[in-house]
């Protein structure tokens, strides 16, 4: 069975300092897909990266980077030079997508991030 | 905005009631996902339809049931309603409903049972 866990549930840190989030997975299945999501205080959802376990290059978006270690089962996420619009709650999450009707998402419980001013 | 659309954006209701939540998916997408995040289970997977047919089946109640509709907009019905079923409903689409596409998440609609 798949399952993801995020150890942090809460962090804080200061405008401007860097912040890493991390996630640990497990699964059975060798293709996979891990995802990142983001939800602010308004509540909704918001995709931000997809990964396929066959792909272990890191990843670099503006401030935000992700860290991928199939050796480590770990997917984390770094945001540079934190702001306070980063201040939400970021899930980790996993898809087992070799398998049909095996799409769904499995979510982390979610750390939640304040930036402080 | 992520294109999906989610109504009501909230209920209340009362105990032993019956809703219907609603989505419509993202423009081209044949794939919808019922989620629920209540703060004892976090976020949960319920069900999947995929072009009008269900896919797969998570922790869904047997009072909960859904459907796709040949519009591909998906209802979901929570019926004989407790004070547990309170929470917020996401309900989120992909484009082929494989485990690679990305979900993309309506606003969700935040249900209270009292």
């Known amino acids: 069975a798949q399952k993801v866990t995020q150890a942090q549930t809460e962090i804080s840190v200061v405008e401007k300092e860097d912040v890493t989030l991390d996630c640990v997975y497990e699964?059975?299945?060798?293709?996979?897909?891990l995802f990142w999501y983001k939800q602010p205080p308004s509540g909704e959802l918001v995709f931000l990266i997809r990964?396929?376990?066959?792909?272990?290059q890191n990843e670099i978006s503006g401030r935000y980077s992700w860290n991928f270690q199939k050796s480590t089962s770990s997917f984390n996420f770094t945001i540079t030079a934190s702001q306070v619009v980063d201040s939400a709650v970021y899930f980790c999450?996993?898809?087992?997508?070799?398998?049909?009707?095996?799409?769904?998402?499995?979510f982390g419980t979610g750390t939640r991030l304040t930036i402080i001013p | 905005d992520s294109g999906v659309t989610q109504t009501p954006k909230h209920l209340i209701t009362a105990t032993g009631q019956r809703v219907t939540l609603r989505c419509s998916p993202r423009?081209?997408?044949?794939?919808v996902y019922w989620y629920q995040q209540s703060l004892d289970q976090g976020l949960q997977f319920l069900i999947q339809y995929y072009n009008g047919e269900e896919r797969a089946k998570g922790n869904i109640l047997e009072r909960f049931s859904a459907q796709q509709f040949p519009d591909l907009h998906s209802e979901l019905n929570l019926s004989s309603l407790e004070l547990g079923d309170s929470a917020l409903y996401f309900c989120?689409?992909?484009?082929?409903?494989?485990?690679?596409?990305?979900?993309?998440f309506g606003p969700g609609t935040r249900l209270t049972v009292t």
């Open positions: 423009s081209g997408d044949l794939s």
């Open positions: 999450a996993l898809s087992e997508g070799a398998n049909f009707g095996n799409e769904k998402l499995t």
């Open positions: 989120a689409s992909s484009v082929e409903g494989e485990g690679r596409d990305e979900q993309y």
């Open positions: 699964t059975r299945d060798t293709t996979y897909y």
């Open positions: 990964r396929n376990s066959f792909d272990e």
